[in-house]
């Protein structure tokens, strides 16, 4: 009898106890209320998204006014919930609480994005988030009907304007080391102006030789690929690949636009665009791969992060690290066409039907300097993302006034790939980007997700080294569910750094893209697997 007296509970543990139920259960409670609370943020957006890809889509040309204004209340809304006072005295009571929980918990990692979140909201003022939407709708408006006309001239204004908006936005979060810096860390959080050079030297320092080893050789004959092919013929093909790789149509859909690219409303509804070319048929194949990769990862997204700012890619690079490794890793692969080929052939056998596999492989894989970001190679491809990554600065710094922009393309064009282009269209209004949103932080997420492609890839084989095998007869659920489970299933949990070391076992470095390009292009091209230098070690970089 005293020994049970003695392990009861004194009356001053009981009330400690009770006490700390009822603060879990108070802590739960504005856990519930956050959630609410960012569910609305998260779906006011989302109805913004949902108007700008009807934009992109299929909105008739005389929407866009009135589309702009609604966009930019919408987007305005959702801005000013997510600074409001209210939400941020929530997120401070919750502080202790999420500091109790495991780190990679689900709350825990919500308390603590969401607090990173608000402290960077609340520097931009509601009224700067509707006038750079508005202004970014209109300039895209405009930029869809100036580059089929090749008018360069119509677009200064709004890409003064974009100027203007981008330099007022860092602003907000002065003192920075470099005016492009808080739009780089919006894109790639830890990244700055000064990590984003240093990577870029390393890596043109390695592709430079590549690129003049490879061009020395007799080029790849691509004649295969610039044939008459039926628009609705190649749309389908590209769909049902994108479904096989494991895109769900069930939660998305596909459709046609000016520049490709995939939005996502919720788990349950995310989309994807493409562009059809009727003489060209790597067009839709590989952009569909492309933002098939991008939706794959939100599609993959745990359910339970839905409506929340977990429920999302962590960065653009590691977005664009998985459109990049479905696209060229697998989609550009032998073993990917040793499976699709013979469907393809059927398809187009008229265009196709005595062209070998071994043609065909090395047309998708042709290295050749050349004017298109979107069409380059990836051998030369980061060579064009440094090229409008240094435009980047130089406009924003004052350096380069916008109405100078196209013959400091052309200049950069030359120097940087020995081409240029034959007119604006196809210089500095190629891309969208610029024409769509801030200038600054636009670019390099790029060249991060192609070194984080192979990285990842390589991660992925020392877990499974049949991957390849189960490509070349078909099978991708392998890989898919690799991928799925080590990086699209966290979301926004940890930021990219942690993301990439727990997932691929180091921080960000370039042995396994520079590995990989090696390799492959060594076969392709009959050179040396040495050619072009050694591979290059990086530190962390995100």
Not at 253 to 265: G, I, K, N, Q, V
Not at 451 to 467: E, G, K, T, W
């Amino acid at each position: 009898m005293q020994q049970i007296r003695k392990s009861m509970p004194t009356a001053r543990q009981r009330m400690t106890a009770a006490k700390s139920a009822r603060n879990r259960h108070s802590a739960e409670q504005k856990l519930v209320e956050l959630k609410r609370r960012l569910r609305e943020i998260s779906d006011l957006t989302a109805a913004g998204d949902v108007l700008n890809w009807d934009q992109a889509t299929y909105m008739p040309r005389g929407g866009a006014e009135a589309r702009g204004r609604q966009c930019a209340v919408l987007y305005r809304l959702a801005h000013e919930q997510a600074v409001a006072p209210g939400l941020g005295k929530l997120i401070d009571a919750l502080a202790h609480y999420g500091e109790s929980l495991p780190h990679d918990s689900d709350d825990a990692s919500l308390i603590r994005v969401a607090r990173r979140d608000f402290q960077k909201m609340i520097k931009i003022p509601p009224d700067h988030v509707a006038r750079a939407n508005a202004h970014g709708s209109a300039s895209y408006n405009a930029w869809t009907r100036a580059r089929p006309a090749n008018d360069f001239v119509a677009m200064v204004p709004y890409l003064e304007r974009t100027l203007d908006l981008s330099r007022e936005y860092s602003s907000y979060f002065a003192p920075y080391k470099h005016v492009a810096d808080p739009h780089i860390d919006y894109a790639d959080e830890g990244m700055t102006t000064a990590s984003i050079l240093k990577l870029f030297s390393e890596l043109k320092s390695q592709l430079a030789p590549m690129v003049c080893a490879i061009c020395e050789q007799p080029v790849a004959e691509a004649s295969s690929l610039r044939q008459a092919f039926p628009k609705a013929a190649q749309f389908e093909f590209a769909l049902n690949v994108a479904q096989r790789l494991g895109y769900d149509l069930n939660c998305g859909r596909l459709d046609l636009t000016h520049h490709p690219f995939s939005t996502r409303f919720s788990t349950g509804d995310v989309r994807i665009t493409t562009h059809v070319n009727e003489n060209d048929l790597g067009d839709v194949l590989f952009s569909t791969l492309h933002e098939a990769g991008h939706a794959m990862y939100e599609q993959g997204i745990s359910a339970a992060l839905d409506g929340t700012p977990l429920g999302k890619g962590v960065s653009a690079g590691v977005h664009e690290s998985q459109s990049r490794l479905w696209e060229n890793v697998v989609g550009r692969s032998r073993g990917f066409w040793e499976h699709f080929y013979p469907s393809l052939q059927r398809v187009f056998a008229e265009q196709l039907g005595s062209v070998t596999i071994a043609v065909f492989h090395r047309a998708i894989n042709k290295v050749a300097r050349s004017s298109i970001r979107t069409d380059a190679d990836e051998v030369t491809y980061n060579l064009h993302i440094i090229l409008r990554f240094n435009l980047e600065l130089k406009l924003l710094e004052g350096e380069l006034r916008a109405k100078d922009l196209p013959e400091a393309w052309r200049a950069a064009m030359k120097a940087e790939l020995g081409v240029a282009p034959a007119d604006d269209r196809d210089g500095c209004l190629q891309d969208v980007h610029w024409y769509s949103g801030y200038i600054g932080g636009r670019f390099q997420s790029y060249t991060i997700g192609n070194i984080l492609s192979a990285q990842f890839y390589a991660a992925a084989l020392r877990a499974h080294p049949n991957i390849p095998s189960e490509i070349a007869s078909g099978k991708f659920d392998t890989l898919h569910t690799w991928l799925r489970d080590n990086v699209y299933r966290h979301g926004s949990k940890f930021v990219p750094n942690h993301l990439i070391e727990r997932t691929a076992g180091a921080a960000m470095n370039m042995t396994p893209y520079f590995d990989y390009l090696r390799e492959k292009y060594a076969a392709l091209y009959r050179l040396p697997v040495s050619f072009g230098g050694n591979s290059g070690t990086l530190p962390s970089l995100l």
